[in-house]
Protein backbone atom coordinates (compact mmCIF):
# COMPACT_ATOMS: atom_id res chain seq x y z
CA UNK A 1 0.00 0.00 0.00
CA UNK A 2 1.43 3.15 -1.24
CA UNK A 3 1.96 5.74 2.05
CA UNK A 4 2.90 9.28 2.02
CA UNK A 5 3.38 10.94 4.57
CA UNK A 6 4.50 15.02 4.78
CA UNK A 7 6.07 17.28 7.63
CA UNK A 8 7.62 20.44 8.13
CA UNK A 9 4.69 22.89 7.31
CA UNK A 10 4.07 25.61 10.10
CA UNK A 11 3.83 29.42 11.03
CA UNK A 12 6.37 31.42 9.44
CA UNK A 13 6.98 35.19 8.76
CA UNK A 14 6.94 36.31 5.23
CA UNK A 15 10.93 36.18 4.30
CA UNK A 16 11.16 33.30 6.29
CA UNK A 17 11.77 29.39 5.13
CA UNK A 18 10.35 26.27 5.84
CA UNK A 19 11.72 22.35 4.33
CA UNK A 20 8.71 20.03 3.96
CA UNK A 21 9.03 16.34 3.76
CA UNK A 22 7.23 13.62 2.33
CA UNK A 23 7.77 10.34 3.41
CA UNK A 24 7.10 7.53 0.71
CA UNK A 25 6.31 3.65 1.59
CA UNK A 26 4.71 0.84 -0.23
CA UNK A 27 6.16 1.30 -3.44
CA UNK A 28 10.39 0.85 -5.27
CA UNK A 29 11.17 4.09 -4.60
CA UNK A 30 12.94 3.95 -8.45
CA UNK A 31 11.76 5.49 -11.43
CA UNK A 32 9.39 7.58 -9.32
CA UNK A 33 7.74 10.70 -10.10
CA UNK A 34 6.32 13.00 -6.97
CA UNK A 35 5.11 15.86 -7.14
CA UNK A 36 3.95 19.01 -4.23
CA UNK A 37 0.30 20.50 -4.43
CA UNK A 38 -1.05 23.41 -2.09
CA UNK A 39 -4.44 24.12 -1.67
CA UNK A 40 -5.35 27.36 -0.55
CA UNK A 41 -9.27 28.07 1.37
CA UNK A 42 -11.33 28.52 -1.63
CA UNK A 43 -8.98 28.15 -4.01
CA UNK A 44 -7.98 24.99 -6.13
CA UNK A 45 -5.07 22.60 -6.09
CA UNK A 46 -2.48 24.03 -7.85
CA UNK A 47 0.24 21.72 -8.52
CA UNK A 48 4.06 23.21 -7.16
CA UNK A 49 6.33 21.35 -8.27
CA UNK A 50 7.89 17.55 -9.32
CA UNK A 51 10.23 15.62 -9.23
CA UNK A 52 10.95 12.74 -11.75
CA UNK A 53 13.59 10.07 -11.04
CA UNK A 54 13.91 8.57 -14.73
CA UNK A 55 15.52 11.81 -16.39
CA UNK A 56 16.15 13.56 -13.14
CA UNK A 57 13.58 16.86 -14.14
CA UNK A 58 12.07 19.09 -11.87
CA UNK A 59 9.09 21.23 -12.39
CA UNK A 60 8.07 24.80 -10.55
CA UNK A 61 5.47 26.77 -10.73
CA UNK A 62 6.48 30.29 -11.69
CA UNK A 63 5.45 31.89 -9.24
CA UNK A 64 7.77 29.84 -6.78
CA UNK A 65 10.26 29.59 -9.22
CA UNK A 66 13.96 30.75 -7.99
CA UNK A 67 12.43 30.37 -4.25
CA UNK A 68 11.57 26.64 -3.77
CA UNK A 69 14.38 23.83 -4.80
CA UNK A 70 12.68 19.88 -4.55
CA UNK A 71 14.85 17.33 -3.89
CA UNK A 72 14.85 13.65 -3.12
CA UNK A 73 16.78 11.11 -0.61
CA UNK A 74 17.05 7.27 -2.29
CA UNK A 75 18.57 6.60 1.08
CA UNK A 76 15.42 7.58 3.07
CA UNK A 77 12.49 7.32 0.39
CA UNK A 78 11.76 11.26 1.22
CA UNK A 79 11.37 14.12 -1.35
CA UNK A 80 11.93 17.54 0.34
CA UNK A 81 10.72 20.95 -0.64
CA UNK A 82 12.65 23.64 0.50
CA UNK A 83 10.99 27.11 0.96
CA UNK A 84 12.70 29.92 1.14
CA UNK A 85 11.82 34.22 0.94
CA UNK A 86 8.26 33.04 1.64
CA UNK A 87 5.52 34.68 1.36
CA UNK A 88 1.72 35.72 2.74
CA UNK A 89 0.33 34.16 -0.62
CA UNK A 90 2.50 30.79 -0.17
CA UNK A 91 0.34 29.91 2.55
CA UNK A 92 -1.91 26.79 1.80
CA UNK A 93 -1.97 22.87 2.29
CA UNK A 94 0.52 20.94 0.99
CA UNK A 95 0.07 17.78 -0.27
CA UNK A 96 2.43 15.70 -1.89
CA UNK A 97 1.31 12.92 -4.69
CA UNK A 98 2.83 9.76 -6.85
CA UNK A 99 0.86 8.63 -9.70
CA UNK A 100 0.31 5.07 -10.72
CA UNK A 101 3.05 3.28 -12.26
CA UNK A 102 0.69 3.34 -15.41
CA UNK A 103 0.76 6.68 -15.90
CA UNK A 104 4.57 6.56 -16.63
CA UNK A 105 7.60 8.39 -14.67
CA UNK A 106 7.24 12.32 -15.94
CA UNK A 107 6.54 15.01 -14.24
CA UNK A 108 2.99 16.48 -14.55
CA UNK A 109 1.60 19.66 -12.96
CA UNK A 110 -2.42 18.19 -13.22
CA UNK A 111 -3.67 17.14 -10.11
CA UNK A 112 -5.84 14.70 -11.89
CA UNK A 113 -2.48 12.64 -12.85
CA UNK A 114 -1.64 11.42 -9.40
CA UNK A 115 -3.24 8.64 -7.64
CA UNK A 116 -2.09 8.65 -4.26
CA UNK A 117 -2.04 11.48 -1.84
CA UNK A 118 -0.64 12.45 1.78
CA UNK A 119 -2.91 14.16 4.31
CA UNK A 120 -1.16 17.38 3.63
CA UNK A 121 1.05 19.88 6.06
CA UNK A 122 -0.70 23.56 6.99
CA UNK A 123 2.10 26.57 5.71
CA UNK A 124 1.23 29.79 6.93
CA UNK A 125 3.02 32.92 6.29
CA UNK A 126 2.46 35.71 8.22
CA UNK A 127 2.80 39.43 6.93
Known amino acids: EVQLVESGGGLVQAGGSLRLSCAAS????????IGWFRQAPGKEREGVSC????????YYVDSVKGRFTISSDKSKNTVYLQMNSLKPEDTAVYYC????????????????????WGQGTQVTVSS
Open 26 to 33: GFTFDDYV
Open 51 to 58: ISDSDGST
Open 97 to 116: AVPAPIRGSYCSSAYYQYDY
